[in-house]
Protein backbone atom coordinates (compact mmCIF):
# COMPACT_ATOMS: atom_id res chain seq x y z
CA UNK A 1 0.00 0.00 0.00
CA UNK A 2 2.88 2.61 -1.04
CA UNK A 3 1.97 4.83 -3.59
CA UNK A 4 3.76 8.44 -5.11
CA UNK A 5 1.79 11.26 -5.25
CA UNK A 6 1.66 14.46 -7.55
CA UNK A 7 3.31 17.54 -6.27
CA UNK A 8 0.37 19.44 -6.29
CA UNK A 9 -2.96 18.70 -3.92
CA UNK A 10 -6.20 17.71 -4.99
CA UNK A 11 -9.83 17.77 -3.23
CA UNK A 12 -10.75 15.80 -0.53
CA UNK A 13 -11.88 12.52 -2.07
CA UNK A 14 -11.41 8.50 -2.80
CA UNK A 15 -8.80 7.20 -4.86
CA UNK A 16 -9.38 4.38 -6.67
CA UNK A 17 -5.97 2.29 -7.19
CA UNK A 18 -4.76 -1.10 -8.41
CA UNK A 19 -1.72 -3.32 -7.04
CA UNK A 20 -0.35 -6.48 -8.20
CA UNK A 21 0.07 -7.83 -5.02
CA UNK A 22 -2.52 -10.32 -3.69
CA UNK A 23 -3.37 -11.42 -7.17
CA UNK A 24 -4.44 -8.24 -8.34
CA UNK A 25 -6.06 -6.31 -5.95
CA UNK A 26 -8.24 -2.92 -6.07
CA UNK A 27 -7.26 -0.17 -3.32
CA UNK A 28 -8.79 2.92 -1.96
CA UNK A 29 -7.28 5.82 -0.92
CA UNK A 30 -9.14 8.32 1.67
CA UNK A 31 -7.14 11.36 1.44
CA UNK A 32 -7.91 14.95 1.86
CA UNK A 33 -5.14 16.61 -0.19
CA UNK A 34 -2.75 13.93 -1.94
CA UNK A 35 -3.47 12.55 -5.47
CA UNK A 36 -1.66 9.02 -6.07
CA UNK A 37 -0.21 9.09 -9.33
CA UNK A 38 -1.23 5.49 -10.15
CA UNK A 39 -5.01 6.29 -9.72
CA UNK A 40 -7.57 5.15 -11.87
CA UNK A 41 -10.58 6.37 -9.99
CA UNK A 42 -11.83 9.06 -8.02
CA UNK A 43 -15.01 9.57 -6.11
CA UNK A 44 -15.94 12.34 -3.72
CA UNK A 45 -19.15 13.45 -1.58
CA UNK A 46 -22.23 15.59 -2.88
CA UNK A 47 -23.64 18.75 -2.20
CA UNK A 48 -23.83 19.05 1.72
CA UNK A 49 -21.94 15.64 2.15
CA UNK A 50 -18.92 14.81 3.63
CA UNK A 51 -16.84 11.95 4.55
CA UNK A 52 -16.11 10.44 8.05
CA UNK A 53 -12.82 11.37 9.36
CA UNK A 54 -11.80 7.90 10.29
CA UNK A 55 -11.82 6.93 6.57
CA UNK A 56 -8.95 9.45 6.92
CA UNK A 57 -6.93 8.08 9.31
CA UNK A 58 -7.30 4.09 10.26
CA UNK A 59 -4.97 2.31 8.17
CA UNK A 60 -3.03 5.77 6.45
CA UNK A 61 -6.45 6.20 4.37
CA UNK A 62 -6.21 2.84 2.49
CA UNK A 63 -8.85 0.34 2.27
CA UNK A 64 -8.91 -3.06 0.42
CA UNK A 65 -11.81 -3.13 -1.93
CA UNK A 66 -11.38 -6.91 -3.81
CA UNK A 67 -8.14 -9.42 -4.19
CA UNK A 68 -7.23 -12.04 -6.45
CA UNK A 69 -8.65 -10.04 -9.72
CA UNK A 70 -5.29 -10.79 -11.87
CA UNK A 71 -8.15 -13.36 -13.52
CA UNK A 72 -10.21 -10.80 -15.89
CA UNK A 73 -12.11 -7.98 -16.17
CA UNK A 74 -15.34 -9.81 -14.57
CA UNK A 75 -13.85 -9.63 -11.22
CA UNK A 76 -12.68 -6.53 -11.69
CA UNK A 77 -16.10 -4.94 -12.68
CA UNK A 78 -17.40 -6.65 -9.83
CA UNK A 79 -15.54 -5.06 -7.46
CA UNK A 80 -16.63 -2.00 -8.98
CA UNK A 81 -19.81 -2.08 -8.99
CA UNK A 82 -19.61 -3.18 -5.41
CA UNK A 83 -19.00 0.45 -4.32
Known amino acids: MTSEFAPEEGPEGCYLTFEASSG ?26 SI ?22 FVVHEGVESL
Open 24 to 49: GRLMLLYTQNQIPLDAIGFMCPGPGK
Open 52 to 73: QAFKFRQAGGWSELIKGIAGGM
